[in-house]
């Protein structure tokens, strides 16, 4: 009789329920179906309150190898734990694994506590396809090295929490990586964390190519790695949380539908919108310093409760980064709404073209020092609108963001301003540039003059 059989009897005989225990069901073959009892050392299929174990390197294990299980059970109380893994003292010489695949579209997995281990240079996998797994909990890379990998092609899962485990100490290695193709995934918190006391920092990596995933808080943290490329994402709050200047911590938005409520990135972190991925939208953002940074490419970002002055300071903080030849500029696109975007520097009102209608908006608030943005004329985030905002603007003076820009084409200049309202307004703007700039900036004004000649000359 093993140690939970002589408990479960004296459980029995003091009256109480043998289920509250719980018994430690082991694999002990390389590959078979779950629901065979002789596949386990107990000779029965785990049960509900079990803790069943699947481990290369069990007591029971008749020796180094592989272990693949076919899970085609249908559960209706949750086993206690269920645990994946390659324990320590594995042989290094090969990568073992120990890897559960769920296909049968009737199965069902319901568990506590799920556990995928890794170990030595083994790893610990749940692969599902199909049916359906539900648990309360999932950790994955409890310890120093291998790999930890969740998979999902198909069917659906359900956690209260996934945790991703990295960081290792001294030579550990391995990967930890919670990868979806397909189905439907809904997770209350979904987390990449360091593991505690480690001297590197780990990465741990949320990949999303299909299907649907569904997280309340996502939190991607030091080195950690997001990508979605065609999946499905609905997120209430992402929270990219860099660490140090070599521990960047990387999402990355290639194609798919992707719905973000919050997002807030600290550290050095970047958040990658590829070439054509689009407009992602999202109710708030936050980007804490000049180390985190949103590269936009030919994207846009779409703030419903958008803050102008915020997102002047976060492009002070060079932490907007367009493509060359461009600059990221930001207009209320409707009430409360900011769209950030990158354009031409001059761009005022983000119609992808400097012309006269920019350069009034510039000339209305020429020498206004303080509280200045994007669309009143501030294309250098310093919130003043001056002559370093005219010059970026007469730079692109006439171009359109389809077009490269060349450095100041005066001739496009003057042949836009249409005639005689115009050229009065132009000569009114440089006499008033004159009065404020004349003592100051008298050669920046001459050159402003010798290049308006043209219009001047007009009147
Ligand atoms: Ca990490
Ligand atoms: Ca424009
Ligand atoms: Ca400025």
């Given at each position: 009789m093993n140690r939970n059989a002589l408990y479960r009897a004296c459980l029995v005989s003091l009256g109480l329920s043998p289920v509250a225990?719980?018994?430690?069901?082991?694999?002990?073959?390389?590959?078979?179906?779950?629901t065979i009892p002789a596949n386990w050392n107990t000779a029965s299929v785990p049960a509900a309150g079990d803790n069943a174990i699947i481990d290369v390197k069990a007591p029971v294990w008749g020796g180094y190898g592989n272990a693949t299980v076919n899970f085609d059970a249908q559960y209706t109380s949750p086993l206690a734990s269920l645990k994946i893994v390659v324990s320590e003292g594995q042989s290094i010489a090969t990568h073992n694994f120990a890897h559960v695949i769920q296909t049968d579209p009737t199965s069902i997995l319901l568990v506590d506590y799920l556990n995928l281990a890794r170990s030595s240079r083994g790893h610990g996998q749940y692969t599902l396809n199909g049916g359906a797994a539900s648990v309360g909990s999932m950790t994955m890379g409890e310890n120093t090295r291998g790999g930890s990998v969740w998979e999902q092609n198909g069917g659906t899962f359900t956690a209260q929490t996934a945790s991703l485990i990295g960081g290792f100490t001294g030579s550990g290695l391995?990967?930890?990586m919670f990868a979806q193709t397909g189905g439907v995934?809904?997770?209350?918190?979904?987390?990449?964390?360091?593991?505690?006391g480690s001297t590197?920092?780990?990465?741990?990596?949320?990949?999303?190519?299909?299907?649907?995933?569904?997280?309340?808080?996502?939190?991607?943290?030091s080195k950690d790695v997001l990508t979605v490329n065609g999946a499905m994402m609905n997120v209430g709050s992402l929270a990219i949380a860099g660490g140090g200047s070599n521990d960047i911590t990387n999402v990355t938005f290639t194609t798919g539908d992707i719905a973000v409520d919050h997002i807030a990135m600290t550290g050095f972190s970047?958040?990658?919108?590829?070439?054509?991925?689009?407009?992602l939208r999202t109710e708030?953002?936050?980007?804490?310093?000049?180390?985190?940074?949103?590269?936009?490419?030919?994207?846009?970002?779409?703030?419903?409760?958008?803050?102008?002055?915020?997102?002047?300071?976060?492009?002070?903080?060079s932490s907007l980064v367009a493509p060359a030849?461009?600059?990221?500029?930001?207009?209320?696109?409707e009430a409360g709404a900011v769209r950030i975007a990158p354009t031409l520097s001059g761009d005022a009102d983000g119609n992808a073209t400097v012309n006269l209608v920019d350069f009034n908006a510039l000339a209305s608030n020429f020498n206004t020092m303080g509280g200045m943005h994007w669309s009143?004329?501030?294309?250098?985030?310093?919130?003043?609108?001056?002559?370093?905002?005219?010059?970026?603007?007469?730079?692109?003076?006439?171009?359109?963001?389809?077009?490269?820009?060349t450095p100041e084409d005066w001739s496009n200049l003057t042949a836009a301003i249409p005639e005689p309202s115009g050229a009065t307004f132009m000569t009114v703007l440089l006499f008033s540039l004159r009065n404020h700039w004349h003592r100051r900036c008298r050669q920046s004004f001459g050159q402003i003059e010798n290049r308006f000649a043209p219009v001047i000359r007009q009147i």
């Amino acid at each position: 009789m093993n140690r939970n059989a002589l408990y479960r009897a004296c459980l029995v005989s003091l009256g109480l329920s043998p289920v509250a225990l719980g018994a430690d069901p082991s694999w002990v073959i390389p590959t078979g179906s779950w629901t065979i009892p002789a596949n386990w050392n107990t000779a029965s299929v785990p049960a509900a309150g079990d803790n069943a174990i699947i481990d290369v390197k069990a007591p029971v294990w008749g020796g180094y190898g592989n272990a693949t299980v076919n899970f085609d059970a249908q559960y209706t109380s949750p086993l206690a734990s269920l645990k994946i893994v390659v324990s320590e003292g594995q042989s290094i010489a090969t990568h073992n694994f120990a890897h559960v695949i769920q296909t049968d579209p009737t199965s069902i997995l319901l568990v506590d506590y799920l556990n995928l281990a890794r170990s030595s240079r083994g790893h610990g996998q749940y692969t599902l396809n199909g049916g359906a797994a539900s648990v309360g909990s999932m950790t994955m890379g409890e310890n120093t090295r291998g790999g930890s990998v969740w998979e999902q092609n198909g069917g659906t899962f359900t956690a209260q929490t996934a945790s991703l485990i990295g960081g290792f100490t001294g030579s550990g290695l391995g990967s930890v990586m919670f990868a979806q193709t397909g189905g439907v995934s809904t997770i209350d918190h979904l987390e990449t964390v360091e593991r505690a006391g480690s001297t590197f920092p780990g990465v741990a990596t949320v990949q999303l190519s299909g299907g649907v995933l569904n997280v309340t808080n996502l939190d991607i943290g030091s080195k950690d790695v997001l990508t979605v490329n065609g999946a499905m994402m609905n997120v209430g709050s992402l929270a990219i949380a860099g660490g140090g200047s070599n521990d960047i911590t990387n999402v990355t938005f290639t194609t798919g539908d992707i719905a973000v409520d919050h997002i807030a990135m600290t550290g050095f972190s970047v958040l990658l919108l590829s070439p054509g991925f689009g407009e992602l939208r999202t109710e708030t953002l936050t980007v804490g310093s000049g180390s985190s940074k949103i590269s936009f490419n030919d994207n846009s970002v779409v703030v419903d409760d958008g803050d102008l002055e915020a997102v002047r300071l976060m492009g002070r903080q060079s932490s907007l980064v367009a493509p060359a030849g461009r600059r990221v500029g930001y207009w209320i696109v409707e009430a409360g709404a900011v769209r950030i975007a990158p354009t031409l520097s001059g761009d005022a009102d983000g119609n992808a073209t400097v012309n006269l209608v920019d350069f009034n908006a510039l000339a209305s608030n020429f020498n206004t020092m303080g509280g200045m943005h994007w669309s009143d004329g501030d294309f250098d985030y310093d919130g003043n609108v001056n002559l370093v905002d005219f010059n970026e603007l007469a730079a692109n003076f006439n171009l359109s963001a389809s077009t490269d820009p060349t450095p100041e084409d005066w001739s496009n200049l003057t042949a836009a301003i249409p005639e005689p309202s115009g050229a009065t307004f132009m000569t009114v703007l440089l006499f008033s540039l004159r009065n404020h700039w004349h003592r100051r900036c008298r050669q920046s004004f001459g050159q402003i003059e010798n290049r308006f000649a043209p219009v001047i000359r007009q009147i």
